[in-house]
C-alpha cells in the first residue's frame, strides 16, 4: 500500500498538497477508492482511501488511526561530521532513517572538511526514507553545531563517544549500553576526533566506545552505531 506524508493532519478528511497529489493521481495513476495511509511524522499512521482524484489537491477520507505507531522504547541521537562528499551523507541519513533514529545533528570537529550541508534536500530525504521504511515519527535534524559548543549541552540519557584510536582506552558499544536507554553518540569526520576532542568528550561526560575492529568511514560508522542500538534492543 502506498505510504504518503501529511504533516498538521486532522479531522476525517485531509488534501494532500501539489505535490503529493501529483504523485498518487498522475505518476502512481491511482484513482478514487484507492486504499492509502498517511503518516504525519508525529507518530500517527492513517488509514483511508482516495474520495477526490485531483492531481493538485487529491483528498483522502480517514477511517481508522494508529497513535504512536511502532513506537520504540528508547531515543537516539547521532551527532556525527559532516562529509567532504555529500551524497555519502545523504546515505547515513537515508539508511539511519530506515533503520530508525529520532535526531541527527552536523558536528563541525576539527578534521571536518565540509561544514556545510543542505537542510532542505536533508528533510526531503528524511521524508522519502520514512515513507519506504512506514515510519511515522519524523526524524529531526538538527542545525550543524560546533564540537564544542554540543558536549556542552545537556542530554538525559547514556552519552558515547565513538573513535577509531586503538591507543587509548575504549569498550565494546555494547559493553557500554543498556536495552531501553536512551542514547546520544557522537561519530567523527573521516579524519577522526583529535586527541583533544576525544578528552573533552569524556570530562563532559561521554564514554569512549568503538564498533569493532574494522577502520570505518564516517558514515559506515554512524550506520554501525544505529543498528547496533536497533539490534541491542530487540
Sequence with gaps: MQIFY???????????????????IRVLRMTEGTPVKVIDGKGNLYEGVISLADQKKCVITINNVIREFEKRNYQLHIAISPLKNPERFEWFVEKSVEIGIDEITPLICKNTEKQRIKPDRINSIIISAMKQSLKASMTILNEVISFEDFIQKGFKGKKLISHCKSDLERVKIDNDYAKGDDVIILIGPEGDFSDYEISRAQAAGYRPVHLGKSRLRTETAGIAACYSIYFLNQ
Excluded: F, Q, Y
Excluded at 504533516?7 to 497529489?21: Q, R, Y
Design 6 to 24: 501529511a504533516p498538521g493532519i486532522t479531522g476525517n478528511m485531509w488534501v494532500l498538497d501539489e505535490k503529493e497529489s501529483r504523485h498518487c
